[in-house]
């Protein structure tokens, strides 16, 4: 069974950090790009940062260049989202897929069920 799971969401101030993992079950992440996604209340899903297979070209959002990096570690099959300087406009559930390019929502291949970040006071 193919499977992505995140962890590493909770609850963080406003100018805090967290890391996201986003671990592989069932194959392996290697020639995989992989996206972290998310999705705020009432919004829709909007990429973050997506990571190619190769680890050499990274992509993000507008909105979170400066903050947020995105890594990979091929040999622990997991993908990871640094997060830092959090904001209020920050939270939302954060998932990420994997897909053979990095692709919008709709071309992203297998998910994960995502994992909650908020950030508050």
């Known amino acids: 069974q193919l499977q992505l799971v995140e962890s590493g969401g909770g609850l963080v101030q406003p100018g805090g950090s967290l890391r996201l993992s986003c671990a592989a079950a069932?194959?392996?992440?290697?020639?995989?790009?992989i996206g972290w996604f998310r999705q705020a209340p009432g919004k829709e899903r909007e990429g973050v940062s997506c990571i190619r297979s190769s680890g050499d070209s990274t992509k993000y959002a507008d909105s979170v260049k400066g903050r947020f990096t995105i890594s990979r570690d091929n040999a622990k099959n997991t993908v990871y989202l640094q997060m830092n300087s959090l904001k209020p406009e920050d939270t939302a559930v954060y998932y990420c897929?994997?897909?053979?390019?990095?692709?919008?929502?709709?071309?992203?291949?297998?998910w994960g069920k995502g994992t909650l970040v908020t950030v508050s006071s």
């Open positions: 897929a994997a897909a053979r390019g990095c692709l919008g929502p709709n071309g992203m291949t297998y």
């Open positions: 069932g194959f392996t992440l290697d020639y995989y790009a």
